[in-house]
């Protein structure tokens, strides 16, 4: 059994359901606490880490905890019974456009995976996947599988090139965790089935790799703005409030919830500016639950050399999304934290 690191804590609100708990937040948080929070942060961060690294390297102390029982902003059995504990182990989602080549890879490495169960291909072409394609790839699963039973492999083929197509609801699932990720991001196996085992714990929270924030721009009236950081802000400010969906589990009702539940007006949003179904996922993750996400460490490979995140104007385009969905919202959900799961026995230091 993998063993969990917690670094540093954020309590957190009890779960809710899908009504927009961010407008009651909204009055109890006061418009400045993000701004406050930033602050406190600057000034405390670099003492607090030299800390932790000098006592680490003393004392060897190491806080190991063998499962999340905690209640750092989740509540582990306050849950619906929609998300119950997961069967088997995990499907990988796999969006891919017009890279044949990197598909492969994942899909070879994804089938080596002990914990994966199935992998589904979300396939928005205009044209479907040939046979040779789908032969040899059937081909690689066979072959890279490491288990008796080996992982399921379709093609979600849908007809129109759209974002939100990643996040359509699967009729024939075998399990409830949901792996989310890019054709061009490789997951070493150790560190996904320890994040699997993560998400086990708290199965409404979203669980991943790649950690961004949000920061309060501007304050006027009761107007607020925000703006959208990226990993340098993360590593910074230590603290983050969404683990984009390239690299990330998510339980399948949240397929449900975005398609059918989350306001259309969002997903409209998706369609015509081809960009930010990552902050929808996390804003409506954050919306259902009142918590936080969590940040998994662990090394993560992008072998693509291109993709939306490399256009010049990717980030003004990340701050427009993010203060139009929570004009949508009516109030920020998202929910700060700085909690890092580490599997302790691959860390000397955390």
Known sequence: MSTVNLIAIRDGESNGGFYSPAKEKAAI???FQHRFYIFRRLRHITKLKLFLLVLSALCGVV???SRFSF???????SFSSSFAPSRGGYTVLINTWKRNYLLKQSVAHYASCHGTDAIHVVWSENDPPSNSLKEYIDNIVIAKSKTAHKPKLKFDVNEKDNLNNRFKPIEDLRTDAIFSVDDDVIVPCGALDFA???WQTAPSAMVGFVPRMHLLDEKKDTHA????GGWWSVWWMGTYSMVLSKAAFFHRKYLDLYTYQMPASIRDYVTNERNCEDIA????VANATAAPPIWVKGKIYEIGSSGISSLKDHSSKRHKCLNDFVSLYGALPLVSANVKAVDSRNEWFW
């Open 29 to 31: 948080r006061g418009p």
């Open 63 to 65: 806080f190991v905890l």
């Open 71 to 77: 209640t750092f902003g989740w509540n582990l059995h």
């Open 196 to 198: 699997f085992t993560v």
């Open 225 to 228: 703005s925000y703006k959208y």
């Open 281 to 284: 996922m996390s804003l409506l």
